[in-house]
């Protein structure tokens, strides 16, 4: 299985702009890559996701490499509620291809 | 945007005993489900995947006796956690992914066991 690496915690000021890297370097064609978060005590939320162009969306911006072997997602401006578990997830089609794989993820911390 | 409950929200249940937990997709139809487990501190674990109409794949390590799942239509899944015991402990959360669009899985909200 395609495996991703990211930090274990980060911090980050309220107001100010939050960059979560993610390396893939296992990274298939076909796999797209997605990020969820979890707040505490809750189920996962979709952030994003994309295949090779840069994505944005009303809660985040995602920048991916040119080789796809890394991606960075973007918190533009953090507030208190976006402390929460970042998982950055490859995902590919078909069968258990199909199934979402969770790592240990980055603990985003806001201080206010 | 789509919508995923779950039922109980918490359970706590005497050893020995069965629990069932729903998983409903309400402005969706859901042809895949998943259920997943999480223990404190750790990350989400995958149990099974289950196809309306058809059995669950299971994870491996995962006892399909004990972890029943069915998913009976396309707007529900449950999953019965038979003779519980308190290793089965955790917070089991499911998932669905649209029938018309793969690429996303929406999450229910969890459900959180404790077996005494």
């Known amino acids: 299985d395609a495996k991703t690496t990211q930090p274990n915690s980060m911090e980050s000021n309220e107001e100010e702009p939050v960059h979560l890297p993610c390396n893939h370097s296992?990274?298939?064609?076909?796999?797209?890559i997605h990020w969820y978060r979890q707040l505490p005590s809750q189920g996962p939320e979709y952030v994003i996701h994309?295949?090779?162009s840069n994505v944005n969306n009303r809660m985040a911006s995602l920048a991916i490499a040119e080789d796809r072997k890394s991606s960075t997602l973007i918190l533009h401006r953090a507030t208190l509620r976006d402390a929460a578990v970042y998982y950055c997830?490859?995902?590919?089609?078909?069968?258990?291809?199909?199934?979402?794989?969770f790592g240990k993820g980055t603990k985003l911390s806001v201080k206010p | 945007g789509a919508v995923v409950s779950q039922h109980p929200s918490r359970v706590i249940c005497k050893s020995g005993t069965s629990v069932k937990i729903e998983c409903r997709s309400l402005?969706?139809?859901?042809?895949?489900m998943f259920w997943y487990r999480q223990f404190p501190k750790q990350s989400l674990m995958l149990m099974a995947t289950?196809?309306?109409?058809?059995?669950?794949?299971?994870e491996q390590g995962v006892e399909k006796d004990k972890f029943l799942i069915n998913h009976a239509s396309l707007t529900l899944s449950t999953l019965t956690v038979t003779s519980a015991h308190p290793e089965d402990s955790s917070f089991y959360i499911c998932?669905?992914?649209?029938?018309?669009?793969?690429?996303?899985?929406?999450f229910g909200p969890g459900t959180r066991l404790l077996v005494l």
């Open positions: 289950s196809n309306e109409g058809s059995k669950a794949t299971y």
């Open positions: 997830i490859l995902r590919g089609f078909g069968g258990s291809q199909g199934n979402l794989i």
């Open positions: 994309g295949l090779t």
């Open positions: 296992t990274i298939s064609g076909t796999d797209y």
């Open positions: 998932s669905a992914s649209p029938v018309a669009g793969q690429e996303t899985q929406y």
């Open positions: 402005d969706f139809q859901a042809t895949t």
